[in-house]
């Protein structure tokens, strides 16, 4: 099975070579995927890989807008629809000066066995635009959104594709997105996640993903005795993940003492809690995208143009964007002793770096297990639409924390069937692996 996984990525690299990210996740997925192939021929007779790692369409499309000085400016927009084998396509959208197709395509790739993991009938997609937000007025946002679903919502609905925020697209977003689509199309329907309170959307929704990797994390840490509490904390980035993670670590009684940005990193040797996490929503929402402003204010160090790696701490989340711990990274980390390493953003570890925390015992959750909370939300938010009825936080909160704790379980168990306990990354791939294959085959070759 080797050979076939191998010539699989060979091929994937000679059709894709324009699309490191994408062959990133892919090599890092296929790989783990070879016990559970050998002893299951019928997925390479299926032709199983082949036909997960291509994309079932890929949209592409225009988005002209105006700015406030009535210039016109063009955009890409994209959406990947990746695979609906146990539900709609369902992942988040990204806006960001970085997206491309290789980007859009390892993230839709990613999801698809994040939300196997889940337990909840979602299939797998992302999408987004090479448009940030930085530096751009409401008004530009709003015009820019609404130019983006007069393309987009041809292509989605409630049973189809229910598209959410990433990077860039958050609340505010979400809301220019759904009043346009539903002038569009007349309807008012669970089309989007992450809405507004008043407007369908869910309780939670916004701390899931932070709150889900730290649920994530306390299961890791329980198999060796271990919890947040009295634990030192790294945290990259700034936005809703990171808010969500710092949150609920600092809850559960750890002190978390770092924040990152583009600019750099912010070391808080006080712990970050009380209106400093309040504040992180200031931050986020001012556009202005750096992390500098959070130490002029609360007088805490600033470490320009650098990674909070190097800090001396027990536990890392990286919460900011992919490929942000390389080895070097990892090595200092394990050198300061950290125990725990789990991704609340998607692919921030290397393929490398990964395989040093695993060589070494760390306890390492990959994005696709730890960060499933908030697509998990997600798929409460659109139980919810359905039954046109809205649960209580708590509600919510206990069936977020519920899935963390079955897919920590699932992957746990998988590793230990498959020959590598205590191996998440292997765990996981399989176990959201199985289950979408599984469909696949049931459903014939389409
Ligand atoms: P936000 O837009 O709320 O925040 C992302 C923040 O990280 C931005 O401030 C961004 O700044 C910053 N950032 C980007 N690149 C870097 C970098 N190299 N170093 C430090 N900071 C950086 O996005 P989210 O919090 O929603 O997303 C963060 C990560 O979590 C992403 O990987 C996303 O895919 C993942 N994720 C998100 C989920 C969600 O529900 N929102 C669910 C699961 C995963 P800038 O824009 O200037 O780069
Ligand atoms: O990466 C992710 O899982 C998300 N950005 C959330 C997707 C969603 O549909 O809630």
Avoid at 265 to 290: H, N, P, Q, T
Wanted: include cysteine; charged fraction near 20%.
């Amino acid at each position: 099975m080797k050979s076939y996984v191998e010539s699989v990525i060979n091929g994937l690299k000679k059709r894709n070579s324009e699309q490191p990210e994408f062959l990133q996740a892919v090599s890092e997925v296929l790989p783990s995927l070879i016990p559970v192939l050998e002893r299951n021929p019928i997925y390479k007779e299926h032709k199983i890989l082949e036909r997960l790692t291509e994309p079932d369409r890929v949209i592409m499309f225009k988005v002209p807008w105006m700015d406030d000085r009535g210039e016109y400016h063009v955009n890409r927009g994209f959406r990947v629809q990746f695979n609906n084998a146990i539900g709609p396509y369902k992942g988040g959208l990204r806006f960001h000066d970085s997206v491309n197709l290789g980007i859009l395509k390892f993230l839709g790739f990613e999801q698809i066995f994040k939300n196997s993991l889940t337990t909840l009938p979602m299939g797998g997609g992302k999408g987004g635009s090479d448009f940030t937000i930085r530096g751009k007025s409401d008004s530009e946002v709003m015009r820019f959104a609404q130019s983006f679903m007069t393309e987009l919502y041809k292509y989605i609905g409630p049973n189809i594709d229910v598209p959410a925020g990433d990077i860039g697209v958050g609340g505010r977003e979400i809301g220019y997105l759904y009043g346009q689509y539903k002038r569009l199309t007349n309807s008012f329907e669970g089309v989007l996640t992450g809405k507004g309170l008043n407007w369908g959307g869910s309780l939670v929704r916004p701390e899931a993903t932070g709150f889900g990797n730290v649920y994530f994390a306390k299961e890791m840490l329980a198999t060796k005795g271990e919890s947040f509490d009295g634990k030192t904390v790294l945290v990259s980035g700034f936005g809703n993940v990171a808010w969500g993670a710092v949150r609920k670590a600092t809850e559960l009684g750890a002190k978390v003492v770092t924040l990152s940005g583009p600019d750099g990193f912010i070391y808080d040797k006080d712990g970050i809690s009380g209106e400093k996490i309040d504040y992180m929503l200031y931050m986020r929402a001012s556009g202005v995208d750096k992390v500098q402003p959070f130490a002029d204010k609360f007088g805490v160090e600033f470490h320009a143009g650098k990674k909070p790696w190097g800090v001396k701490a027990d536990i890392a989340l990286p919460c900011a964007t992919q490929n942000e711990i390389y080895l070097k990274d990892a090595k200092e980390l394990v050198k300061n002793g950290v125990i725990c390493v789990s991704e609340g953003a998607n692919m921030p570890t290397t393929i490398d770096a990964t395989n040093y925390f695993l060589e070494n015992n760390i306890l390492f959750g990959p994005g696709k297990a730890s960060n499933a909370g908030g697509v998990a939300t997600s798929g409460l938010e659109m139980s919810q639409n359905s039954l046109r009825y809205g649960w209580d936080a708590k509600t919510v909160d206990e069936k977020l924390h519920n899935i963390m704790k079955n897919i920590h379980a699932t992957a746990k168990q998988t590793a230990e069937e498959y020959g590598t306990p205590g191996n998440y990354v292997n765990g996981a791939n399989i176990a959201g692996f199985v289950k979408v294959a599984n469909s696949m085959i049931d459903q014939g070759l389409v």
